[in-house]
């Protein structure tokens, strides 16, 4: 399979202005996203399952009781791929 092609800086910052809440730090893209409690941030959590597993490509998520941060690079290219910023379309908290 062949690996996927990193973005230019400027494609990324292009495709972050469709993306609310989104934010680039170096080569990842991250967003916070904030519930009620923990069990409405684990609920969320199971959300992610169904469109990560539909791409192939899987966020690394940390839970911290209400608030959950997820953050997505294509480990493999090294950066920020179509990959990454498809998944933060489908992740809607």
């Given at each position: 399979m062949a690996r996927e092609p990193?973005?230019?800086?400027?494609?990324?910052?292009?495709?972050?202005?469709?993306?609310?809440?989104?934010?680039?730090?170096g080569?990842?893209?991250?967003?916070?996203?904030?519930?009620?409690?923990?069990?409405?941030a684990v609920e969320f959590v199971r959300t992610l399952v169904a469109p990560a597993e539909a791409l192939g490509h899987h966020p690394d998520v940390d839970v911290r009781y209400n608030r959950v941060v997820v953050t997505l690079t294509t480990h493999d290219a090294g950066g920020i791929t179509t990959l990454d910023l498809a998944l933060a379309e489908r992740i809607v908290g």
């Open positions: 990193l973005l230019s800086d400027i494609e990324v910052q292009r495709r972050l202005g469709a993306l609310p809440g989104w934010h680039r730090q080569d990842v893209l991250r967003r916070t996203f904030t519930f009620a409690g923990f069990p409405e």
